[in-house]
C-alpha cells in the first residue's frame, strides 16, 4: 500500500459519495424540519451509511453471495428504490399543495432514502469492496480504507450541517425549484443504476 493508492482511494470514495452533491438532496428530503431534526437526520444518515460500507467493504461480495444477491441486482434494486424518491420530489408536495396538506415534518428520510442508496449506494459500496481488495494483505491498509471511509462520512455529515445556510440563500421558490430539478436528475440517475445493473447480468451490451 503506497501513499499514491491513499490519495486515489481518497479521490475515488470523494466523487463517488460526492458530499457537496448530496447537501440539495439533503434539504428537499427534510424540507419542513427544525435545525435540531435535521442534524439527527443528518448524523443517523451518516452512522447507518458508514456501518453499511463498512460491513460491505470487510465481507464484499461474500455477503451479497451469500443471500443470493448479485451486484447487478443489487444496483437494479437500488434504482428502483431510487426512483421512487424522485417521484416523490417531483408530484408529491404538488399534490400536498393541490389538497390544501402539508408535508410532514416529522417523516424520517435518515435510513432511505439518505443512508442507503444516497450516501451508501451500490456505486459506492462496490467502490469499498474494491478498495479493500486492493490495500494489499493484513489489516493495516483495510483500516487505512476504512480510515479514509470515515473521514469522507464526516465531511458528508458536516455538508449536511451547512444545509440551511445554503437554503437560506436559496429562498422557498429557489428551494422548490431545485427540488424538482432534482427529482428529474435523481429519475435519471435511478435509471442509468437499472441501465448498468442489467449491462451487469450480460442482457445488453
Known amino acids: 500500500m503506497t501513499s499514491a493508492f491513499l490519495i486515489t482511494a ?20 427534510t424540507q419542513g424540519m427544525d435545525n435540531e431534526h435535521r442534524r439527527r437526520m443528518a448524523r443517523r444518515a451518516c452512522i447507518i451509511a458508514f456501518v453499511l460500507l463498512t460491513m460491505f467493504g470487510l ?15 443489487f444496483r437494479i434494486a437500488g434504482g428502483i428504490l431510487l426512483f421512487l424518491t424522485a417521484l416523490d420530489m417531483l408530484f408529491e408536495r404538488r399534490t400536498q399543495r393541490r389538497e390544501g396538506q402539508h408535508p410532514d415534518p416529522d417523516h424520517d428520510p435518515s435510513v432511505f ?10 456505486g459506492a459500496i462496490a467502490t469499498m469492496i ?5 490495500s494489499g494483505p493484513g489489516w493495516i491498509g483495510t483500516a487505512a480504507v476504512l480510515g479514509l471511509l470515515l473521514a469522507m462520512i464526516f465531511a458528508t455529515y458536516l455538508f449536511f450541517l451547512a444545509a440551511p445556510v445554503l437554503e437560506r440563500l436559496l429562498g422557498r421558490t429557489g428551494t422548490v425549484v431545485i427540488t424538482r430539478l432534482l427529482g428529474m436528475l435523481l429519475a435519471a440517475l435511478s435509471v442509468q443504476f437499472v441501465i448498468d445493473g442489467v449491462r451487469g447480468t450480460g442482457l445488453i451490451g
Open 10 to 29: 481518497f479521490a475515488t470514495l470523494f466523487v463517488v459519495i460526492d458530499p457537496p452533491g448530496l447537501v440539495p438532496l439533503f434539504i428537499a428530503l
Open 59 to 73: 465481507m464484499g461480495e461474500a455477503l451479497l453471495g451469500f443471500i443470493g444477491i448479485s451486484m447487478p441486482a
Open 113 to 122: 432514502p439518505l443512508a442507503t442508496p444516497l450516501i451508501a449506494g451500490p
Open 130 to 134: 474494491l478498495l479493500v481488495g486492493q
